[in-house]
C-alpha cells in the first residue's frame, strides 16, 4: 500500500472544535466529520483527534438522537447513521450511539402498498431508510442504515431484515443499484457504481453469491473505467465486501487522488472515502471489526 498521511491531506479542514468542513475555511459538516473519524481511525492516526471530532459530532445531536445535516435543515437525517459508525467501539460516545440507532430503528421512509397499474417497477409497500424525513425510502441511505444496525450488533433486528429484503428488490433486472428505482413506465434504468458498491457492502454476508452475481459482474467492469472519488471508492469498497478487490486498486486510488491538481480539490467526505477503500481491501464492514485500538 502507498506511504500516505490521512491526516496531512484533511488537517486544513478540521476547525478548532474538533469538527470537520467539507471544504478548507468551511463551516461544520456531521457527514464530514464522521467520515474524517473512520479514516484516521482506520490508519491508526492519534486518538485525541477522534475523540475530538466524535465529540463535535455527539454536540450536534438533537433530543431526539438523529443528527441532521444542519441546525436549518432537521429533516435532513441521512448523517444519522454514518454517526453511529463514526462512534462505533469508543465508550465515552455510548449513549449517543445508543440514542442515534434508537432513532433509527424508529424511522422508515414512506412506503405505502404497491398498485398493479403503478408506473414504478420496485415494490413500494418494503420499508427502508431515506435521505430526508417523511420522504421514500431509496438505496444509499437504506444501505448506510444496514451497515450501521449490522456494526452495532443489530444484524437480527427486523428493520434489518427488512433493508435487506428492500434492497434486493431494488436491484436491477440486468445487477446493480442507482438510486433505488428499477423500471419506469417498463423502462429498465441504469446502474450506478457508487450506489451498486454500497448496497453490495452492506449486503455482504447476508445473501447468497448467486443473488448479486449479476451486480458484482457489472461493478467488476465498471470500476476500471472510473476515477471519480465517490463512485472509485465505493465502487472498490463494494468488491472488496466479496473477495473481489481489485490487484490495481490502490493505484487507482492514487490516481483519483492526484487529478485534484486538474479539477481541484475534493470534498472531505470524497476524500476519506477514498482514503478508506485503500484500508478496504476486505470490505467497509471489516474496518469495525478491528479489536485492538484502545477505546476512550
Request: net charge positive.
Amino acid at each position: 500500500m502507498p506511504s500516505i498521511s490521512p491526516f496531512s491531506i484533511i488537517q486544513d479542514r478540521m476547525l478548532p472544535d474538533g469538527g470537520f468542513a467539507a471544504y478548507p475555511k468551511g463551516e461544520y459538516r456531521p457527514d464530514a466529520t464522521a467520515w474524517a473519524t473512520l479514516v484516521l481511525k482506520a490508519f491508526g492516526q492519534d486518538n485525541s483527534r477522534i475523540e475530538a471530532a466524535r465529540t463535535r459530532l455527539a454536540n450536534s445531536q438533537l433530543s431526539d438522537g438523529r443528527i441532521s445535516l444542519s441546525a436549518s435543515h432537521p429533516e435532513s437525517v441521512w448523517p444519522t447513521a454514518m454517526a453511529i459508525l463514526a462512534w462505533h467501539g469508543w465508550r465515552s460516545q455510548q449513549t449517543s450511539q445508543a440514542r442515534a440507532i434508537q432513532f433509527l430503528l424508529q424511522i422508515s421512509g414512506k412506503h405505502w402498498p404497491k398498485k398493479n397499474n403503478s408506473v414504478l417497477g420496485h415494490d413500494t409497500s418494503i420499508p427502508g431508510w431515506s435521505w430526508i424525513e417523511n420522504t421514500h425510502s431509496w438505496a444509499e441511505p437504506t444501505a448506510l442504515g444496514l451497515i450501521a444496525l449490522k456494526v452495532t450488533g443489530n444484524a437480527g433486528h427486523e428493520r434489518a431484515h427488512h433493508a435487506i429484503q428492500m434492497l434486493l428488490d431494488r436491484q436491477l433486472p440486468k445487477g446493480g443499484w442507482n438510486y433505488g428505482n428499477t423500471t419506469v413506465f417498463g423502462q429498465e434504468l441504469r446502474p450506478f457504481p457508487e450506489s451498486t458498491g454500497m448496497v453490495l457492502s452492506a449486503l455482504s454476508g447476508n445473501v447468497p453469491l448467486k443473488e448479486v452475481i449479476n451486480s458484482l459482474k457489472y461493478l467488476v467492469v465498471q470500476v476500471t473505467q472510473i476515477r471519480t472519488p465517490i463512485a472509485l471508492g465505493w465502487a472498490l469498497l463494494g468488491l472488496g465486501s466479496w473477495q473481489l478487490y481489485p490487484e490495481q486498486g490502490n493505484s487507482w486510488i492514487m490516481e483519483s487522488l492526484s487529478k485534484q491538481d486538474r479539477y481541484g480539490r475534493y470534498d472531505t467526505s470524497s476524500l476519506c472515502l477514498l482514503l478508506t477503500a485503500l484500508m478496504g481491501s476486505n470490505g467497509f464492514i471489516n474496518l469495525f471489526k478491528d479489536k485492538s485500538a484502545e477505546k476512550i
